[in-house]
């Protein structure tokens, strides 16, 4: 198992895996709590080959990657002289359900066991209770830490989102790019201070910093992307599926880290009231107010952090938890709880939209994804264009040519029913 350490962690720097760009506004949110955190470097060549070397082929291709990326700084650090098993730790989180995910702490734990770093601990919140980060933290603590990394977030996937929106479009190459950059530092700044206020300005400097950019006014096809969470937002991952995407003259929209959480927020009220129901008790009720709050707490936050890119984004925002369920009230039973259910609403909740084609990006063998796939290749046949885009680390000559053919019956979805997103 795991070994869990306690806050504030102040002796060890911690290291996150590096998903998706709020990578590194989390790794701000712990700073904060006075823990020398950072992104791990990823994808490697001496990590990929780790990774190989201690993974049968069965596992999903991000345990491949994160595992390398783990010992790839663990070798940067021996290279330095340093105590290892005194100076470092790993945040990976875990997941319920029938993922794999959920055992990837497992065997981190087992191969550094084997290589002797056994006082290495790896911080593992669990989807089972909406990554509260309980026995890490102190209470105090362990509040005001979700709380900061719930807002980092959301503002790291806005500004996300912004890039999405004005890249295909801008005038000037790579100005995007670096309004990007410079609204993810101001971000880091305003989270390392607390978030709150400080946040919510850098939001609506990022928001109109973006907003400025020159663009063109032609109509390009949308595409909606979802799949495994890793796969989808880690772009070294997908081969840089975003950057492919808009190359081949399309706009896309991404679903977000924090749609995931949201939806673990769900599943933890519904758990709760289902405790309840079977045990009447004031534990239970409890339980079931502190997801009903958290609920609360984060659309609240969501809603003010977003509002700076409300005319920017339109209504580029997250499918609700409940809007991705009634899409597959009669598809998909939410009692299999993970990610097949929310690729497969927001893939049709794309498509109802008005996007002009959904591409399912996931690990080779990953089972959430597979079902979804199969799922989605029967309801999105005569909905708009779809097709899966499957990773393992190998570089495939027709992978580009299933994107191009894929760009092109967006194009000809685009022409034919136009774009109502």
Not at 162 to 176: D, F, V
Request: charged share 25%; with cysteine.
């Amino acid at each position: 198992m795991p070994r869990k350490s306690t806050a504030p962690l102040t002796e060890r720097t911690l290291y996150l895996p590096k998903m998706a760009e709020g990578a590194r506004c989390l790794a701000a949110a712990f700073r904060h709590l006075g823990c020398k955190a950072e992104v791990m470097p990823t994808y490697t060549n001496a990590g990929l080959e780790f990774g190989k070397k201690h993974t049968s082929g069965k596992e999903c291709f991000p345990c491949i990657v994160t595992t390398g990326d783990m010992f790839d700084v663990i070798d940067q650090h021996m290279a330095t002289g340093a105590n290892v098993n005194d100076s470092l730790a790993f945040f990976m989180p875990e997941t319920e359900g029938p993922c794999r995910f959920g055992q990837y702490t497992r065997l981190h734990r087992i191969l550094l066991d084997k290589y002797k770093y056994v006082n290495v601990p790896i911080l593992s919140p669990s989807s089972e209770d909406s990554y509260r980060f309980s026995g890490y933290f102190n209470d105090d603590q362990a509040i005001e830490f979700r709380k900061l990394a719930w807002q980092s977030i959301v503002y790291a996937d806005l500004i996300e989102k912004a890039l999405w929106r004005i890249r295909p479009y801008e005038k000037i190459k790579g100005k995007t790019d670096r309004v990007f950059e410079e609204t993810m530092q101001a971000g880091i700044a305003a989270i390392e201070a607390g978030g709150g206020l400080q946040l919510i300005k850098a939001a609506k400097k990022a928001a109109n910093a973006f907003a400025s950019i020159e663009r063109t006014h032609e109509s390009k096809p949308l595409i909606g992307i979802v799949g495994e969470i890793f796969v989808r937002t880690h772009k070294e991952s997908n081969q840089q599926l975003v950057r492919v995407l808009e190359d081949l003259g399309c706009e896309t929209y991404t679903s977000s880290v924090a749609e995931w959480v949201e939806y673990t927020t769900h599943t933890g009220i519904e758990d709760a009231k289902e405790a309840f129901r079977r045990k009447k008790s004031l534990g239970n009720i409890g339980e079931t107010a502190k997801f009903w709050l958290t609920a609360k707490y984060q659309r609240l936050v969501a809603s003010f952090i977003s509002q700076p890119f409300a005319r920017l984004l339109k209504e580029r925002f997250d499918h609700s938890t409940e809007h991705i369920l009634e899409e597959t009230e009669h598809i998909f039973s939410n009692h299999i709880n993970g990610e097949a259910i929310l690729s497969i609403g927001g893939a049709l909740a794309f498509a109802k939209e008005g996007y002009n084609g959904v591409v399912n990006s996931m690990p080779f063998t990953c089972m959430p994804s597979t079902i979804a796939s199969a799922i989605l290749k029967v309801h999105m046949r005569s909905k708009a264009p779809f097709v899966d885009m499957i990773y393992d680390g190998s570089i495939m000559p027709n992978r580009e040519t299933n994107l191009a053919t894929f760009a092109f019956q967006a194009r000809q979805n685009l022409e034919k029913h136009g774009r109502k997103a």
